[in-house]
Each structure stands twice: as structure tokens, then as C-alpha cells.
């Protein structure tokens, strides 16, 4: 595959969005707008039949509209003010245009419009009408290009209708100018035309991103974009939304959190390339959810071409604001999940995925499929538990995986560890009777879970020390220390169902034997990393892959950048595109060991004197976690074993500490600690919570932050909701 697939190229040295209609022939297989690219060079007037008892009406093209894109009246035409301007990322100066009319009230629902236009059309130019309805349950249908003789079908009975004409300008800049448009509203409503999408819940596809960027030009809908802005822009002009509203909406979900975000774009590559519906306007021999610029980049679909004549040279199917894309967790082009929210008709979308660990390490708490799961130990038999909850406002739950599933006691001292990955949550505990690497995971929410021995089934080593995972370019990894001569060791699944294998990572690559401190991954830059210490000298080391199938390096991060040497296990976070491993010194030092980008060198600094942080106790690891663009360490006070957290608001802004347990009544925590950002009632990934178990009663504690600015609060899940005493998280 060619490299510029993960390359942040900005959209407009791409052509990302290129609205200005070439003078060659689309492949589009659909019908045609109500005027059409105009080789020759004529005025064309639609006509038609009108129903008898059909509602009449004549749309104003002298008066300006609020939604109006480079629109002027030239008193007798509707025609493009400058044919020098187009939209953000237009590639050539082609100029685009468009009027949104105001919305037409009908005395009764009808799914069949009749459009009578004049247009003039200069060879090249091309003018199009569209048309759409509100159903009853208040969503818009999509923009519907208006037939050419006839009814145009909604695939809704509406009783609001609403007409738009979109203009593009000719390679020589002669551009087209519309005299009329008249609008008949059948009375009669037919059989609906067939609905692109009827399903209960929003369609998703899986498709690549790429950042449009392009602050202080204009989009496809008027819109001027400002910096850290949030919408997006798809292939087609039939979603998207008029200016200011979010008529048409995604919500797109990327390494970190989803975002809800408004279709105030069109691109990339394609203008009429509706790549969601079925039957789609155009590639109909593409399947359905397949953007044409992938099967183009990919495959050299259609000549490696779009429909507008440009040479494709990344597979993207949807741009992303600044805003949207940094939101969401990307810091380079990538894949993304897109749900595109008006293709039920109103119904629900589906809950984000989980907190892949893209931004933090994967720990004992979990989101997956909208629940946010906390696994812990029971004291009282060592049995894996799962506390619950299936969305916010409702009631925890708990369960023992080990008596309903057959999860073997855990080891003491061990945490599970938890990973969501193409669909499954895996749970990964050690064996308190023999130290085998065990699996427990569940296929489907609502299913059974399944557990296996990794270690008898596939050769995973025993281990005594706490696993860490990472999904990285679709592999699933588990690391671990083998007891037997402190190698780490990768034991990975390639592609779900098929076998695991396992390697030792030590051997291959001359590292020296780790710690019986629990390893930390992460995925950052495209790269995998592991951070473990080096059992000789306590010295951080990093393991780490720049992409699969490469070899695996090793440096210590110590010697050679001067983080020092620690007997507690790391933590690590990715924020706003930084690398920062967080240990504890000897003398209890909170440090920060950071990698400002792929390449260059890492740096280490103690952040006690700027933080002020208190002294962490060593018997307690750190975790980090980056939340609503705020950066957080959490810590235990080794003086009064009070609950700390240290934070920025932002890269380059100075660290803070306050004491969670005197401000807000944190019980002190007794061993570990976790963190995790899981959803508000609405889905939205703004929650941050803090899990401990409470020293003096092993009760497993909460203490949670609705959104930044508000105060904390705490809350005990074992009282609350019967989680059993724990030994740990």
C-alpha cells in the first residue's frame, strides 16, 4: 500500500474537497438534477404534468437567504457572485455557488414534488436542484436530486418541503444562472419511494479520516472555519446540513472518545459519492459503506479517479475539523467509526466503543459497548468480579465472573486487566494455582463469557506479575514477565478466531531480565511500546516495534535520558500528540519522562518542585489519564495516605496538585489505584473516575468528575451496590 496513507497531508494539497465540477462526464449512475453539466451551452426548462389538486408555488430567487453561498440576483437570474470564489478545499479556482430556499408549510404530507426550473448553462457549467421533506418524527430526508420530468420521490411523506440549487462555475470561469423554480406538491401521497436505509438504528462504517484543517476558508454550507473547529465533511451533497444546524450529523469515534459533530462540508475526493445509502447515487457496483476513494486508492477503482476527474491519493472517506479530530484522539490520518445518525430516522445511536488504550494503558476498568465495567479481586476467595454500569443515572451492578464462568482464583498481588477489541472484552487475570496467563472474554454483550489458559493452549509462559495489553494495527498483544528469567514476553492474536502465538521479546532483542513489576503499553505515533524495569539496576526501559512485522528494539530510558531509577511499576498517557511515562522516584518524587514527538530525544523532569505534589508511596503504582484536554496523575500521599491528583490543563501550562481525600472525602485508598473517562447520560465521553478500595474496609470506592469545573464526589460501589470487599483493582 502506498505510504501516504498514514501521511497528514493537509487536505488541500490533496484536493480533499473539490466542489468545482469538472467539464468531463461523471460515472454516476443515478439520476440526474434537475439541470445537469451542460456540454453545449443552452438554457433548459423541465416540464412536466401537474396533478390536478396539487399545491403550486414559485421559489423567490430575488431574496437573500442567511443560508445563501456566493449567491447574487442579477434581476432577471440567480447566478454565482464570484467565480473566483470556492469552497474550503477546492483544488482549482472553479467557482461554486448555493442557494438554500426557505422552508414551504403543506396543507397535507406528500412524498411526490414536481420541479420546473430554467437554467442557463454556458459549456462546463453545471447547475443542480434538489429537494427534501420533514417526516413526521422531525428528521429531514436526504437532498434528492429533482428528476427531470416528472415526480421526484421523497423516501418520507412530508407536510414541510424544502428546495436548494447548487452551481458550478466552468473551467474558464463562464458560470450558470437559474431564471426559475417552481415547485408542485403532489396531493396524492404514492407508495414511498424506497428509503436509502431502513434501519432501527443509525448505519456505521468503518472508514479512513483525514484532517480538512483549512482554518479561515469556507465550507460547501457558508460556513468560515475557525480554529479548533467541530464538524465534518462527506462525499456527497445530499447530507449535508444548512448553515449552524446539524440537520444532518455524525457521530464519529476515533482512538480516544467519539464526538457528535454536524455535516457542514463536502468531500473528500467525491461530491456526489453517497457511499452509505443503498442504492447509492453513484459506484453502484462498489458494496454498500465502501467510500470510492478506498476502492480508487486501493484497488485503482475508476482509474485511481474521483467523480470529478481527481487522481485519489489517500482512501478517505470523511474529512474532520481540527477540533473534531483532535477530540476524538487522532494525531494522524487514520481510521475512524462513523454512524451517520439521520439514516434511521430518528433512532439512537449506537453507544461509543471503548476507551481503546491509545491515550492510556489498559488497566482493571474498561468501557465497552456504552457499559463502564470495573473488574477487581473478592479478598475473601480471590475470585474475578465485574461491578457494572450500563449507562449514567442507572444502578451498578456486580457479578462473580469466576463462580458463573469458571475464572480460576486470581493470583494474590495480580490485577486483571481489561481490553475491548473488534467487538470482545477480554479480562486477563494470572492463575493463582499454577501462574498460567488466563483469558476471559465476552463475544456479545448480553452472551456468556468464555475463559481459557493462554499459557497451556497457546505456550504463554507463567508469570507472577500483573499482564498489560494493546490492540495495535488490528493485532491484540499481551506482555507479561515469564517468572523463570524475568523476559518479556508477547503473547498475540492476529486476527480474532484464528490461533494465538507467543515470543520472547527479550531474547530477540538483548534485553535484560525485568523486574516482578507489572509492564505498561501503549500505542503512540504508530509505534508500540513497552515500559518495564530493569530488574538489575531499577532503570526504565522501553521495548518498542515502530510498526508490525519489524523488528523490536530496546533503550533505557534512564541512562540515556535520566529518568531515574524506581521501584514502583510506570504509567504512561498519550496528550495532544505528547508520549509521557510517569514514575516514582526513590525519594517519592512524582517524574515525567516525555517524547515531544517520534525521533526526537525524550526528556525527564521531576514535577514536585513546579507541582507540589506530596511524597507517592512506593507501595502504590501511579495512573495517568488524559481527560477533556486535561492531563492527570493520580497518586497515593506516602505521609497521609490520602488520594492526590497532579494536572495540566494543557501542554505548557503549569502542574497542579490537589489532595482528592481532604477536598472531597476520598476514603484512603489501600494498593492500587485506577482511572478511566467513560459517558455521560448522553454518551459523551466526559465522565473521569478514580477507582480505589478503601483501607480501612477493602470496599471498592468511586470517586468521580461529571465534567472539568465541577466538584468531585465519591461513593462507596460495595455499599451502594453490593461490590464485594476487594484485594485489588
Not at 485503482?300 to 476524538?328: M, Q
Not at 465521553?685 to 477493602?698: H, I, P
Request: net charge negative; charged share 10%.
Amino acid at each position: 500500500m502506498n505510504s501516504n496513507r498514514r501521511l497528514r497531508i493537509p487536505a488541500a494539497a490533496l484536493g480533499t474537497v473539490l466542489l468545482a465540477a469538472t467539464g468531463v462526464a461523471t460515472v454516476a449512475a443515478g439520476s440526474a438534477g434537475a439541470a445537469t453539466a451542460n456540454p453545449t451551452g443552452t438554457t433548459s426548462t423541465t416540464s412536466t404534468t401537474i396533478p390536478v389538486g396539487a399545491s403550486s408555488w414559485q421559489e423567490n430567487l430575488a431574496q437573500a437567504h442567511s443560508d445563501d453561498v456566493n449567491t447574487a440576483w442579477t434581476g432577471h437570474a440567480l447566478a454565482v457572485r464570484d467565480v473566483h470564489a470556492h469552497t474550503a478545499a477546492a483544488q482549482d479556482s472553479r467557482g461554486y455557488a448555493m442557494d438554500t430556499f426557505p422552508a414551504h408549510a403543506l396543507s397535507a404530507a406528500t412524498n411526490q414534488l414536481t420541479v420546473i426550473s430554467t437554467v442557463q448553462q454556458p459549456s462546463g457549467s453545471r447547475a443542480e436542484v434538489d429537494v427534501r421533506g420533514q417526516a413526521a418524527n422531525g428528521t429531514w430526508t436526504e437532498w434528492t436530486p429533482a428528476a427531470t420530468s416528472g415526480a421526484t420521490g421523497l423516501s418520507a411523506a412530508a407536510k414541510l418541503v424544502q428546495t436548494r440549487v447548487t452551481m458550478w462555475s466552468s473551467a474558464s470561469g463562464t458560470a450558470p444562472s437559474v431564471t426559475s423554480i417552481a415547485v408542485t406538491a403532489d396531493a396524492n401521497v404514492t407508495a414511498a419511494a424506497a428509503a436509502p436505509n431502513a434501519t432501527a438504528t443509525p448505519l456505521s462504517y468503518k472508514v479512513f479520516a483525514t484532517d480538512e484543517g483549512l482554518v479561515g476558508s469556507t465550507t460547501a454550507n457558508g460556513h468560515v472555519i475557525q480554529q479548533n473547529d467541530h464538524f465534518v465533511a462527506l462525499p456527497s451533497t445530499t447530507a449535508l446540513s444548512p448553515k449552524g444546524s446539524g440537520e444532518y450529523s455524525v457521530q464519529v469515534c476515533g482512538p480516544v472518545r467519539c464526538e457528535t459533530a454536524p455535516v457542514w462540508d463536502v468531500g473528500p475526493w467525491n461530491i456526489h459519492d453517497n457511499y452509505w445509502d443503498n442504492p447509492r447515487a453513484e459506484f453502484t457496483s462498489l458494496p454498500q459503506g465502501e467510500p470510492e476513494a478506498q476502492a480508487a486508492y486501493d484497488n485503482g477503482y475508476n482509474g485511481d479517479k474521483s467523480d470529478i476527474g481527481s487522481t485519489v491519493v489517500n482512501p478517505a472517506g470523511i474529512d474532520l475539523a481540527d477540533g473534531t479530530f483532535s477530540n476524538i484522539g487522532l494525531t494522524d490520518n487514520g481510521d475512524v467509526t462513523v454512524t451517520y445518525l439521520w439514516t434511521s430516522g430518528g433512532g439512537t445511536p449506537p453507544p461509543p466503543p471503548a476507551q481503546t488504550p491509545a491515550e492510556t494503558a489498559a488497566s482493571s476498568t474498561l468501557v465497552h459497548d456504552g457499559y463502564t465495567s470495573v473488574y477487581s479481586v473478592d479478598s475473601s476467595n480471590s475470585h474475578l468480579q465485574e461491578t457494572y454500569l450500563p449507562k449514567m443515572g442507572g444502578s451498578w451492578a456486580t457479578q462473580d465472573l469466576s463462580t458463573n464462568y469458571g475464572t480460576p482464583a486470581v493470583l494474590a498481588g495480580t490485577q486483571p486487566v481489561a481490553i475491548y477489541h473488534d467487538g470482545y472484552t477480554s479480562i486477563y487475570t494470572v492463575d493463582a494455582s499454577n501462574h498460567h496467563l488466563q483469558e476471559t472474554y465476552l463475544p456479545k454483550l448480553g452472551g456468556p463469557w468464555a475463559t481459557q489458559d493462554l499459557t497451556n493452549n497457546y505456550g504463554a509462559p507463567a508469570t507472577s506479575v500483573t499482564p498489560t495489553t494493546v490492540l495495535h494495527q488490528d493485532w491484540l498483544s499481551v506482555y507479561t514477565i515469564d517468572q523463570s528469567n524475568g523476559h518479556l514476553q508477547e503473547t498475540y492474536l492476529p486476527k480474532l478466531g484464528g490461533p494465538w502465538y507467543s515470543k520472547d521479546l527479550a531474547a530477540a532483542e538483548g534485553a535484560p531480565a525485568s523486574a516482578n513489576i507489572k509492564p505498561v503499553s501503549i500505542m503512540h505515533g504508530g509505534y508500540t511500546s513497552v515500559y518495564t524495569v530493569d530488574a538489575g539496576t531499577g532503570h526504565v526501559r522501553e521495548s518498542y516495534i515502530p510498526a508490525l512485522g519489524q523488528n523490536w528494539a530496546t533503550q533505557d530510558l534512564t541512562a540515556k535520558y535520566g529518568t531515574p531509577a524506581t521501584t514502583v511499576a510506570p504509567t504512561v498517557a498519550v496528550h495532544q500528540a505528547w508520549t509521557s511515562v510517569y514514575t516514582i522516584n526513590s525519594n517519592g518524587h512524582l517524574q515525567e519522562t516525555y517524547l515531544s514527538a517520534i525521533g526526537q530525544p525524550w526528556y525527564s523532569k521531576d514535577l514536585v518542585p513546579q507541582s507540589g505534589t506530596p511524597a507517592a508511596s512506593l507501595n502504590t503504582a501511579p495512573v495517568a489519564l488524559y481527560h477533556n484536554g486535561y492531563t492527570s496523575v493520580y497518586t497515593v500521599d506516602a505521609g497521609t495516605g490520602h488520594l492526590e491528583e497532579s494536572y495540566i490543563s494543557q501542554l505548557g501550562a503549569s502542574w497542579t496538585s490537589q489532595d482528592l481525600s481532604a477536598k472531597y472525602g476520598t476514603p484512603n485508598p489501600a494498593g492500587n489505584i485506577d482511572a478511566l473517562v467513560h459517558p455521560d447520560a448522553n454518551q459523551a465521553m466526559t465522565y473521569a473516575s478514580v477507582y480505589s478500595l478503601d483501607a480501612g474496609s477493602n470496599q471498592l470506592q468511586e470517586t468521580y468528575l461529571s465534567a472539568i469545573g465541577s466538584p468531585w464526589r465519591t461513593q462507596s460501589l460495595s455499599i451502594g451496590y453490593g461490590t464485594p470487599a476487594g484485594s485489588v483493582i
